[in-house]
């Protein structure tokens, strides 16, 4: 017995060594696919405006879990707030966070802005939690995230920065009205389904509602756009290049290609995950450019024209092009490999930076949206199933997250939320036509509107005279909803 009680005291000496040690360790290199990532669910591009209406930073109480009253426990969620055009009563107007840190330029020069100060109204953009400055709880363990981060938690946590701002005297007579994009245009649509009474209407913009595992129709819409807005021949050439590259690596000469694509040392060309890392990377650079382009600024057809003026060879301009968008040319080679990433995970459960391991564990845990290569009308090659998403959840979450998990939590987020069989009112849905996220959208079935040409969540800004005239349309409707949402509330 004695010895028993010995080595539990040494044990608990121990661990919390353990961690202190696993907390110290030195942060490991952010790999060019974690890089992508991000580049993929960042916030709205900022708009660069001299002069900008000023919000600021407030702290509201949250429950830590909404759904436990034996849970006591509470953390600091971070708002941004604009009362300066408020009056007594007047509507409140949120642009909820998504899978990003929120900035007070978000409800700035926006659509939501000027319609905020057409109604006399406050604008709010809250912070998801686990994102930015909004952290409930740490270490970030498998255990925590799935206690505490999901979507019907922060729809919750929206509710209660309302209920919060209603027990002010001068709010408890306002209405509210929701928008949201991308991510949070999904919880836009979310929360007035499940708050019809304290929602009077929302408007979710680019909002993918259908959890979906293996998503390979994104990168076909993608493909679409380089070669709708950049021509042929830059489609044809990403082609070119990336069957260049999938041929090396199939015919045994992954040396070759690891060479001429100044891949690290580390990266190991008869590893399959490694070399599905490498070729998703590539995709997600093009998709990160497709995923905002604007067609007046000619984003896509400048690029191309970047792509083509490295070389006239396919295979080089598409190696100098990656790995400029990746070091700017500083030489240091592309670090892309399997290991790297799931470490890098692995570290940021101790040691939180940032947004990513929060935001990959809901893919892995609600929604999926694994963007592949699986379809064949697409210019990115065949060598990134999604199976590499879905081995990068159970390596970092455990093997409850392995395929058949990952699946099965996709399919109770359909029965939760209903996928397309939306049976709610008051949402105004706005899809871009050349952005892949529609593909798991509401469409013209449903009601949405879409914009021809348009990317992701390009309907935000103010009205302008770069503006389509559908885009224009757009906005106005969203204007005049808004009208009819609050006189009929």
């Not at 509507?91 to 909820?96: E, N, R, S, V």
């Not at 899978?99 to 604008?123: F, M, P, R, V, Y």
């Not at 490498?278 to 690029?303: E, H, V």
């Not at 892949?436 to 509107?449: C, D, M, Q, R």
Request: with cysteine; glycine share 8%; charged share 25%.
């Amino acid at each position: 017995m004695k010895s028993f009680l010995g080595a539990l005291a040494i044990l608990a000496v121990l661990a919390p060594l353990t961690a202190a040690a696993r907390l110290g360790e030195p942060k490991p290199k952010v790999n060019a696919f974690i890089k992508t990532l991000r580049d993929l669910h960042r916030g709205r591009p900022e708009e660069h405006i001299m002069t900008r209406a000023k919000a600021h930073e407030r702290w509201i109480t949250q429950k830590l879990d909404n759904f436990d009253d034996d849970n006591n426990a509470t953390w600091s969620d971070r708002i941004y707030i604009n009362e300066k055009h408020f009056v007594d009563g007047s509507p409140i107007f949120i642009y909820l966070g998504g899978e990003w840190e929120i900035q007070s330029w978000d409800i700035s020069n926006t659509l939501l802005a000027d319609i905020t100060k057409k109604h006399n109204g406050t604008i709010i953009t809250t912070e998801h939690r686990f994102f930015g400055k909004s952290i409930p709880i740490t270490p970030l363990s498998t255990e925590n995230l799935e206690k505490y981060q999901n979507v019907n938690q922060a729809l919750a946590d929206v509710i209660n920065v309302i209920q919060t701002l209603k027990e002010e005297g001068k709010y408890k007579d306002s209405k509210v009205v929701i928008s949201g994009c991308s991510y949070s245009g999904a919880m836009a649509a979310w929360i007035r389904k499940l708050y019809p009474d304290i929602i009077v209407g929302s408007w979710a913009s680019s909002a993918p509602i259908v959890a979906k595992v293996d998503f390979k129709d994104y990168f076909k819409v993608v493909g679409e756009s380089y070669q709708t807005l950049g021509g042929q021949y830059c489609y044809d050439l990403i082609d070119n290049a990336t069957s260049y590259y999938e041929d090396l690596f199939a015919n045994g000469k992954g040396d070759q290609a690891k060479k001429e694509l100044n891949l690290c040392d580390d990266f190991d060309p008869k590893n399959k995950r490694d070399r599905w890392q490498i070729f998703s990377t590539i995709a997600n650079i093009f998709a990160g450019i497709a995923q905002y382009q604007i067609p007046a600024n000619y984003d896509i057809p400048k690029q191309c024209s970047v792509l083509r003026s490295f070389s006239d060879d396919d295979a080089e301009a598409l190696s100098k092009f990656i790995n400029w968008k990746v070091h700017e040319h500083t030489g240091e080679c592309i670090s892309a490999t399997f290991d790297g990433t799931t470490g890098y995970y692995e570290w940021a459960k101790d040691n939180y930076e940032d947004s990513d391991l929060p935001w990959f564990f809901q893919t892995c845990s609600e929604f999926g949206w694994f963007q592949s290569s699986g379809s064949s009308h697409q210019p990115f090659g065949s060598s990134f199933p999604s199976k590499l998403y879905e081995d990068t959840c159970e390596a970092v979450f455990g093997s409850k997250y392995n395929t058949t998990g990952i699946r099965a939590n996709a399919k109770a987020t359909n029965a939760e939320f209903g996928g397309l069989d939306i049976d709610y009112t008051n949402v105004y849905f706005v899809q871009g036509g050349l952005d892949g996220w529609k593909k798991v959208g509401a469409g013209v079935e449903e009601g949405a509107t879409i914009i021809p040409s348009a990317a992701h969540c390009s309907d935000l800004g103010s009205i302008s005279a770069s503006d389509s005239p559908e885009l224009v349309a757009s906005k106005q409707k969203v204007i005049a909803l808004v009208d009819k949402w609050l006189a009929e509330a």
